[in-house]
């Protein structure tokens, strides 16, 4: 299983982005879509996720400002992200949750800055 991650680039404070993620296989059924970041020296964390029903998690930094979204048609998943700050500085990263495995993209990296 391939997850390509793509949208990531340097934008404003305030400003917004939107990541994609295209995946090689069907993401229907049992499976859940998620991004995750890491900043430089800090551990990976949930940034938001989406199960198969559509129902969604966000972390408290995101919510409001982020929305995860799939296309189970095209096996894509999305996060768009708005009002972006310094601190969402980070290499995002998405992943595919099944009960047998988890697989994870190659990251992309989003710098917010003036």
């Known amino acids: 299983v391939q997850l390509q991650a793509s949208g990531g680039g340097l934008v404003q404070p305030g400003g917004s982005l939107r990541l994609s993620c295209s995946v090689s296989?069907?993401?229907?059924?049992?499976?859940?879509m998620g991004w995750h970041r890491q900043a430089p020296g800090k551990q990976r964390e949930l940034v938001a996720s989406?199960?198969?029903?559509?129902?969604?998690n966000y972390a408290d930094s995101a919510k409001g400002r982020f929305t995860i979204s799939r296309d189970n048609a095209k096996n894509t998943v999305s996060l768009q992200m708005t009002s972006l700050k310094p601190e969402d500085t980070a290499v995002y990263y998405c992943?595919?949750?099944?009960?047998?495995?988890?697989?994870w993209g190659q990251g992309t990296l989003v710098t917010v800055s003036s």
């Open positions: 989406i199960t198969p029903s559509g129902s969604t």
């Open positions: 992943k595919l949750h099944m009960i047998t495995a988890d697989y």
């Open positions: 296989r069907r993401i229907w059924g049992d499976i859940t």
